[in-house]
T-cell receptor, first 115, second 113 residues
Framework: AQSVTQLDSHVSVSEGTPVLLRCNYS??????LFWYVQHPNKGLQLLLK??????LVKGINGFEAEFKKSETSFHLTKPSAHMSDAAEYFC?????????????FGTGTRLQVTL | GAVVSQHPSRVICKSGTSVKIECRSL??????MFWYRQFPKKSLMLMAT?????????EQGVEKDKFLINHASLTLSTLTVTSAHPEDSSFYIC?????????FGQGTRLTVV
Protein backbone atom coordinates (compact mmCIF):
# COMPACT_ATOMS: atom_id res chain seq x y z
CA ALA A 1 0.00 0.00 0.00
CA GLN A 2 1.10 3.53 -0.59
CA SER A 3 -0.11 7.00 0.22
CA VAL A 4 1.08 10.55 0.03
CA THR A 5 0.17 13.53 2.17
CA GLN A 6 0.65 17.10 1.11
CA LEU A 7 0.63 19.02 4.32
CA ASP A 8 -0.52 22.36 2.94
CA SER A 9 -3.47 22.85 0.62
CA HIS A 10 -2.47 26.44 -0.06
CA VAL A 11 0.84 28.28 0.18
CA SER A 12 1.32 31.98 -0.49
CA VAL A 13 4.73 33.58 -0.96
CA SER A 14 6.04 36.86 -2.21
CA GLU A 15 7.92 36.99 -5.47
CA GLY A 16 11.63 36.50 -4.87
CA THR A 17 11.20 34.62 -1.59
CA PRO A 18 11.79 30.89 -1.05
CA VAL A 19 9.18 28.26 -1.72
CA LEU A 20 8.61 25.15 0.39
CA LEU A 21 5.89 22.66 -0.48
CA ARG A 22 5.74 19.73 1.90
CA CYS A 23 5.09 16.10 1.08
CA ASN A 24 5.19 12.97 3.21
CA TYR A 25 4.72 9.49 1.85
CA SER A 26 4.25 5.91 2.91
CA UNK A 27 4.99 2.90 0.76
CA UNK A 28 5.39 -0.81 1.21
CA UNK A 29 7.99 -0.80 -1.52
CA UNK A 30 11.05 1.23 -2.27
CA UNK A 31 9.16 4.09 -3.92
CA UNK A 32 9.63 6.39 -6.81
CA LEU A 33 8.50 9.92 -6.04
CA PHE A 34 7.56 12.74 -8.35
CA TRP A 35 6.46 16.32 -8.26
CA TYR A 36 4.13 17.53 -10.98
CA VAL A 37 2.84 21.02 -11.69
CA GLN A 38 -0.53 21.83 -13.20
CA HIS A 39 -1.54 25.20 -14.55
CA PRO A 40 -5.28 25.94 -14.82
CA ASN A 41 -7.11 23.68 -17.27
CA LYS A 42 -3.87 22.06 -18.34
CA GLY A 43 -2.31 18.64 -18.05
CA LEU A 44 0.47 17.82 -15.65
CA GLN A 45 4.10 18.63 -16.24
CA LEU A 46 6.88 16.75 -14.51
CA LEU A 47 9.06 18.95 -12.32
CA LEU A 48 11.38 16.30 -10.96
CA LYS A 49 11.60 12.68 -9.90
CA UNK A 50 13.35 10.48 -7.40
CA UNK A 51 14.03 6.88 -8.40
CA UNK A 52 16.54 5.58 -5.83
CA UNK A 53 19.56 7.43 -7.16
CA UNK A 54 20.74 10.73 -5.64
CA UNK A 55 18.59 11.86 -2.73
CA LEU A 56 18.79 15.53 -3.74
CA VAL A 57 16.98 15.88 -7.00
CA LYS A 58 17.11 18.92 -9.22
CA GLY A 59 14.27 19.64 -11.58
CA ILE A 60 13.15 22.19 -14.07
CA ASN A 61 12.59 25.90 -13.42
CA GLY A 62 14.91 25.96 -10.42
CA PHE A 63 12.97 23.49 -8.30
CA GLU A 64 14.59 20.76 -6.26
CA ALA A 65 13.52 18.17 -3.72
CA GLU A 66 15.27 16.03 -1.17
CA PHE A 67 14.30 12.46 -0.46
CA LYS A 68 14.60 11.76 3.27
CA LYS A 69 13.86 8.16 4.03
CA SER A 70 14.14 8.59 7.80
CA GLU A 71 11.46 11.29 7.69
CA THR A 72 9.49 9.74 4.80
CA SER A 73 9.49 13.16 3.20
CA PHE A 74 10.03 14.59 -0.26
CA HIS A 75 9.62 18.34 0.14
CA LEU A 76 9.80 20.62 -2.89
CA THR A 77 11.81 23.82 -2.68
CA LYS A 78 12.84 26.75 -4.80
CA PRO A 79 15.15 29.55 -3.64
CA SER A 80 13.26 32.40 -5.26
CA ALA A 81 9.64 32.33 -6.39
CA HIS A 82 8.54 33.79 -9.69
CA MET A 83 5.05 34.89 -10.64
CA SER A 84 4.94 32.14 -13.26
CA ASP A 85 5.32 29.53 -10.51
CA ALA A 86 1.74 30.12 -9.39
CA ALA A 87 0.00 26.80 -10.04
CA GLU A 88 -1.15 23.57 -8.43
CA TYR A 89 1.56 21.14 -7.36
CA PHE A 90 1.11 17.42 -6.84
CA CYS A 91 3.37 15.03 -5.02
CA UNK A 92 3.08 11.51 -6.44
CA UNK A 93 4.32 8.12 -5.25
CA UNK A 94 4.51 4.84 -7.08
CA UNK A 95 6.12 1.48 -6.39
CA UNK A 96 9.35 1.29 -8.29
CA UNK A 97 8.04 -1.68 -10.23
CA UNK A 98 7.37 -0.90 -13.84
CA UNK A 99 5.13 0.71 -16.35
CA UNK A 100 1.86 -0.71 -15.11
CA UNK A 101 2.24 0.41 -11.53
CA UNK A 102 -0.29 2.94 -10.34
CA UNK A 103 0.44 6.46 -9.30
CA UNK A 104 -0.94 7.74 -6.03
CA PHE A 105 -1.49 11.48 -5.93
CA GLY A 106 -1.43 13.84 -3.03
CA THR A 107 -4.31 16.23 -2.68
CA GLY A 108 -2.31 19.06 -4.18
CA THR A 109 -0.90 22.37 -2.98
CA ARG A 110 -1.94 25.58 -4.60
CA LEU A 111 0.97 27.98 -4.75
CA GLN A 112 0.13 31.66 -4.88
CA VAL A 113 2.88 34.16 -5.66
CA THR A 114 2.27 37.80 -4.81
CA LEU A 115 4.15 40.95 -5.74
CA GLY B 1 7.37 17.97 -27.17
CA ALA B 2 4.47 16.21 -25.57
CA VAL B 3 4.71 12.43 -25.61
CA VAL B 4 1.08 11.84 -24.68
CA SER B 5 -1.53 13.61 -26.75
CA GLN B 6 -5.14 13.86 -25.65
CA HIS B 7 -8.01 15.02 -27.81
CA PRO B 8 -10.24 16.96 -27.65
CA SER B 9 -9.13 19.52 -25.11
CA ARG B 10 -12.66 20.79 -24.63
CA VAL B 11 -16.03 19.33 -25.48
CA ILE B 12 -19.59 20.41 -24.75
CA CYS B 13 -22.31 17.86 -25.29
CA LYS B 14 -26.01 17.51 -24.65
CA SER B 15 -27.28 15.37 -21.84
CA GLY B 16 -27.90 11.82 -23.02
CA THR B 17 -25.29 11.79 -25.75
CA SER B 18 -21.93 10.02 -25.73
CA VAL B 19 -18.48 11.56 -25.95
CA LYS B 20 -15.22 9.90 -26.94
CA ILE B 21 -11.85 11.08 -25.69
CA GLU B 22 -8.65 9.86 -27.31
CA CYS B 23 -5.25 9.40 -25.73
CA ARG B 24 -2.20 8.68 -27.84
CA SER B 25 1.36 7.93 -26.89
CA LEU B 26 3.55 9.60 -29.49
CA UNK B 27 7.12 8.52 -28.82
CA UNK B 28 6.72 5.14 -27.21
CA UNK B 29 4.46 2.14 -27.04
CA UNK B 30 2.21 2.09 -24.02
CA UNK B 31 0.84 -1.29 -23.06
CA UNK B 32 -0.80 0.40 -20.09
CA MET B 33 -2.53 3.74 -19.92
CA PHE B 34 -4.40 5.33 -17.05
CA TRP B 35 -7.52 7.47 -17.00
CA TYR B 36 -8.07 10.04 -14.29
CA ARG B 37 -10.85 12.37 -13.38
CA GLN B 38 -10.25 15.65 -11.64
CA PHE B 39 -12.96 17.62 -9.87
CA PRO B 40 -12.57 21.38 -9.44
CA LYS B 41 -9.74 22.22 -7.08
CA LYS B 42 -9.25 18.55 -6.27
CA SER B 43 -6.63 15.95 -6.89
CA LEU B 44 -6.65 13.35 -9.63
CA MET B 45 -8.79 10.30 -9.07
CA LEU B 46 -7.78 7.16 -10.91
CA MET B 47 -10.76 5.82 -12.82
CA ALA B 48 -9.33 2.88 -14.65
CA THR B 49 -6.24 1.21 -16.01
CA UNK B 50 -6.36 0.58 -19.73
CA UNK B 51 -4.53 -2.52 -20.98
CA UNK B 52 -3.73 -3.04 -24.63
CA UNK B 53 -5.65 -5.94 -26.07
CA UNK B 54 -7.61 -6.73 -22.94
CA UNK B 55 -10.34 -5.35 -20.72
CA UNK B 56 -9.72 -2.31 -18.63
CA UNK B 57 -9.46 -2.54 -14.88
CA UNK B 58 -11.80 -0.14 -13.14
CA GLU B 59 -11.37 1.37 -9.72
CA GLN B 60 -13.99 0.79 -7.10
CA GLY B 61 -17.03 2.97 -7.60
CA VAL B 62 -16.39 3.70 -11.28
CA GLU B 63 -19.18 2.49 -13.55
CA LYS B 64 -17.67 0.47 -16.36
CA ASP B 65 -20.82 0.76 -18.46
CA LYS B 66 -20.76 4.52 -18.12
CA PHE B 67 -17.07 4.95 -18.87
CA LEU B 68 -16.11 2.63 -21.70
CA ILE B 69 -12.41 2.18 -22.28
CA ASN B 70 -10.85 0.68 -25.35
CA HIS B 71 -7.12 0.14 -25.82
CA ALA B 72 -6.96 -1.24 -29.32
CA SER B 73 -3.32 -0.52 -30.08
CA LEU B 74 -0.06 0.18 -28.30
CA THR B 75 -0.42 3.88 -28.94
CA LEU B 76 -4.12 4.60 -28.52
CA SER B 77 -6.60 4.35 -25.70
CA THR B 78 -10.09 5.84 -25.77
CA LEU B 79 -12.53 6.75 -23.05
CA THR B 80 -16.18 7.03 -24.02
CA VAL B 81 -18.56 8.68 -21.62
CA THR B 82 -21.90 7.12 -22.48
CA SER B 83 -25.29 8.74 -21.95
CA ALA B 84 -23.59 11.71 -20.39
CA HIS B 85 -25.27 13.70 -17.66
CA PRO B 86 -24.33 17.04 -16.11
CA GLU B 87 -22.72 15.27 -13.15
CA ASP B 88 -20.22 13.74 -15.59
CA SER B 89 -18.91 17.22 -16.31
CA SER B 90 -15.29 17.20 -15.24
CA PHE B 91 -11.67 17.33 -16.32
CA TYR B 92 -10.42 13.99 -17.63
CA ILE B 93 -6.72 13.24 -17.98
CA CYS B 94 -4.94 10.25 -19.44
CA UNK B 95 -1.47 9.05 -18.63
CA UNK B 96 1.05 6.54 -19.88
CA UNK B 97 4.33 5.45 -18.38
CA UNK B 98 7.64 4.46 -19.75
CA UNK B 99 10.19 2.91 -17.45
CA UNK B 100 11.30 6.28 -16.14
CA UNK B 101 8.26 8.44 -15.60
CA UNK B 102 4.59 9.02 -16.27
CA UNK B 103 3.47 11.36 -19.01
CA PHE B 104 0.13 13.08 -18.99
CA GLY B 105 -2.14 14.27 -21.70
CA GLN B 106 -3.28 17.85 -21.81
CA GLY B 107 -6.64 16.91 -20.34
CA THR B 108 -10.18 17.17 -21.66
CA ARG B 109 -12.71 19.54 -20.14
CA LEU B 110 -16.11 17.90 -20.57
CA THR B 111 -19.21 19.98 -20.04
CA VAL B 112 -22.59 18.28 -20.27
CA VAL B 113 -25.51 20.64 -20.73
Amino acid sequence: AQSVTQLDSHVSVSEGTPVLLRCNYSSSYSPSLFWYVQHPNKGLQLLLKYTSAATLVKGINGFEAEFKKSETSFHLTKPSAHMSDAAEYFCVVTPNTGTASKLTFGTGTRLQVTL
Amino acid sequence: GAVVSQHPSRVICKSGTSVKIECRSLDFQATTMFWYRQFPKKSLMLMATSNEGSKATYEQGVEKDKFLINHASLTLSTLTVTSAHPEDSSFYICSARDQYQAFFGQGTRLTVV
